[in-house]
């Protein structure tokens, strides 16, 4: 027993997991995108983003003081609504973000890779990205002690990269001017702070990771505290980078020519401020750094997966082959899709979509069922709801006028979640309606 207890994650070492697992493609290709929607303001669209984020995370830091455990966000769900077709629907809105951040990560990495090579290679950023997610599911199915030696390594290196190449490029360039006069082409017909509302739903994409750090409660010492400690200091640690990042670049290219590289933004900003050597450092940083989230979300993902498949909200994956993994092949599968099928503007659209709808459920969970088992301030979720509805109406909006694509592809996703969980529920519930959930053991794990 004492040495499982020792094994334990400490806070430091939880912080250091969640903040890896953060910084990765949010920073290095969304930063782009959302200039394209408001401009020179979009270093203030990461603080305003950070404090939607933080409205949102009480409801996650409450969740797992309350109920710490290695299902994460499932688990908080499965307490809210109760095993059945709301708790599959929402979980799986979860894992598809996260699926769908791994194709993004990999289309960055492609993105970065390529300004090695000659422009005539252009067209391969998708390649190398499939690649990136074959060498991902290699390193998982190696086994645990392998993932854990690459995360811990790569994480350092990454947190550490950015951070130095941040400050060094606000030393080098100064602090930009933001004048909010800047209006993108795609923005410049919208009410005015419509776009910079909108552009808060990629910002908040940039933060998500600090939930799979609720996924480390049978692993962490002293759970019902350290877990939400861990979700705050990550988040903390992340916009501090975030900002002091979007500033640096902002001193070193104009809005025009971030948007033309907005899939390779910070490497094209390092060149003019640190000459030829600073883009090639800052592609390595990227390359470190969109693989090891590659491997990390790719393993928390494919857990995720098979604890549903286990609480019997999907079917059976153990059925599926003869795979020594299938949830973690299906994961990697569906991220591979993805990649072939978007582009990362559109990758990050239909990610923010499904994340924001599973983060209001949250909210609402928590607000409206868990009142007398679980102590918060009402007001607090309450408002984190407001912000996301806020958010998702005025990115739809947009998206609506920009890339319909977008909505009617994440329309059908939830269409097609819903029906299919659905079924699945009339499947297996037996004649007195129970659809048990398989969290006892985890329950027993955390409580051990």
């Not at 598809?96 to 090579?117: D, P």
């Not at 390594?153 to 004048?179: Q, R």
Request: proline share 3%; hydrophobic share 55%.
């Amino acid at each position: 027993m004492n040495k499982i207890k020792n094994q334990k994650l400490s806070l430091i070492g939880s912080i250091s997991l969640g903040t890896g697992v953060m910084i990765g493609a949010g920073i290095f290709v969304l930063m782009g995108q959302i200039a394209e929607l408001v401009g020179d303001l979009f270093p203030i669209a990461f603080i305003a983003g950070a404090i939607v984020v933080g409205f949102s995370s009480y409801s996650y830091v409450k969740f797992s003081n309350a109920f710490p455990s290695s299902g994460g966000v499932v688990k908080f769900l499965n307490k809210a609504y109760g095993p059945g077709t709301t708790t599959g629907v929402f979980s799986l809105l979860m894992y598809v973000s996260m699926v769908v951040s791994e194709s993004l990560v990999a289309g960055t990495f492609g993105a970065y890779t390529l300004r090695l090579f000659p422009e005539s290679y252009a067209g391969y950023a998708s390649v190398l990205g499939i690649l990136l997610l074959v060498t991902a599911y290699i390193v998982n199915i190696s086994g645990n002690k392998v993932i854990g030696t690459t995360a811990t390594f790569t994480a350092i290196i990454k947190v550490v990269g950015i951070a130095l190449l941040a400050i060094a490029g606000l030393i080098v360039s100064g602090f930009a001017d933001i004048t909010g006069e800047y209006i993108p082409q795609n923005t410049e017909a919208l009410p005015k702070g419509l776009g910079f509302v909108a552009a808060l739903a990629l910002a908040i994409l940039a933060y998500k990771g600090f939930t799979t750090i609720t996924n480390q409660g049978g692993d962490i010492k002293n759970p019902h505290k350290n877990l939400g400690r861990s979700i705050v200091f990550s988040i903390l640690i992340c916009t501090f980078i975030y900002v002091a990042l979007a500033l640096a670049v902002a001193g070193g290219l104009s809005i025009p020519e971030i948007i033309e590289a907005k899939d390779y933004a910070l490497a094209a900003a390092a060149k003019p401020v640190f000459g030829e050597w600073g883009s090639w450092i800052t592609i390595g940083i990227a390359i470190i750094a969109t693989l090891s989230g590659v491997i990390a979300s790719v393993f928390s993902s494919s857990r995720l997966l098979a604890m549903l498949s286990n609480m019997k909200q999907i079917p059976s994956l153990k059925k599926i082959g003869k795979f020594k993994n299938p949830a973690l092949l299906f994961t990697v599968s569906l991220a591979i899709l993805l990649t072939v099928l978007f582009d990362l503007t559109r990758i990050a659209s239909i990610g923010a979509i499904f994340y924001l709808i599973m983060d209001i459920a949250i909210h609402w969970g928590l607000f409206r069922h868990l009142k007398k088992e679980v102590k918060f301030k009402p007001i607090i979720p309450l408002i984190a709801i407001v912000m996301d509805v806020a958010v998702l109406s005025a990115f739809i909006y947009i998206k609506y006028l920009s890339d319909p694509f977008v909505l009617i592809a994440a329309g059908i996703g939830i269409i097609l979640i819903f029906i299919a969980e659905r079924l699945f529920m009339f499947s297996h519930t037996d004649e007195d309606g129970n659809m048990p959930m398989g969290m006892e053991k985890d329950e027993e794990n955390i409580k051990s």
